[in-house]
């Protein structure tokens, strides 16, 4: 089936510096990715959405200049947590749509972002 | 707008018992209705899609566009079916994207 493999998946810095989280397709090509940001025991919350060669849709309320994303490839999304304060820590999961699978989403295993 | 609700938060059954996971939503067309599961340390897993009107695990859930509820439903409980889960919620007016309900923790006691 499809595999979506996110990298890395656990990840601590510091205050002020930026950190960068990978999200590849494995076995398909992933025109659509999503990202959310999921706080403990509570649900996804989409951050933004990238097509493949576009620049990214982000839901209000949600700082593109802080969360960049970049979606070059139809293997691969970046999400870039730029200047990352103690308050961005929280869990963030990739998501790929790709027009080959149907209308059906897979999701990465998620990355845990710790700021210090 | 469009939004997900899963009115609880966690819902404890002993094994054998029947589960109903409930989930209502708000969408202005037609919406293509999910249901995510996360077993503990896990990736979100697709567990049932409406369109396919098939059953996983056990597991079925049926789209009532009247209530708008896609209810999620197990005659028989099994240990093994506690995890989180999620209802979730694509329309063709949305650019795709998958909206997630709150979540309910399904705690099956042996």
């Known amino acids: 089936g499809a595999v979506v493999s996110q990298h890395p998946s656990r990840v601590i810095c510091k205050s002020g510096t930026s950190v960068k989280i990978e999200c590849r397709s494995l076995?398909?090509?992933?025109?659509?990715m999503f990202w959310y940001r999921q706080f403990p025991k509570q649900s996804l919350m989409l951050m933004a959405t990238s097509n493949e060669g576009s620049k990214a849709t982000y839901e209000q309320g949600v700082e593109k200049d802080k969360f960049l994303i970049n979606h070059a490839s139809l293997t691969l999304s970046t999400l870039t947590v730029t200047s990352a304060h103690p308050e961005d820590s929280s869990f963030y999961i990739c998501s790929a749509r790709g027009l080959d699978r149907g209308p059906g989403y897979t999701f990465g295993s998620g990355t845990r972002l710790t700021v210090v | 707008a469009q939004r997900v609700t899963q009115p609880e938060k966690l819902l404890s059954v002993f094994k054998g018992a029947p589960v109903e996971l409930k989930c209502n939503y708000s969408?202005?067309?037609?919406?293509?209705l999910f249901w995510y599961v996360q077993y503990s340390r896990q990736r979100l897993q697709l567990l049932l899609r409406?369109?396919s009107r098939e059953s996983i695990k056990g597991f079925t859930a049926d789209l009532n566009k009247g209530e708008t509820s896609f209810h999620l439903k197990k005659p028989f409980a099994q240990e093994e079916d506690s995890a989180m889960y999620y209802c979730?919620?694509?329309?063709?007016?949305?650019?795709?994207?998958?909206?997630f309900g709150q979540g309910t923790e399904l705690s099956v006691k042996p």
């Open positions: 979730a919620l694509s329309g063709n007016n949305q650019g795709g994207k998958l909206i």
């Open positions: 076995d398909f090509q992933a025109t659509t």
């Open positions: 409406h369109i």
């Open positions: 969408y202005s067309g037609s919406p293509e």
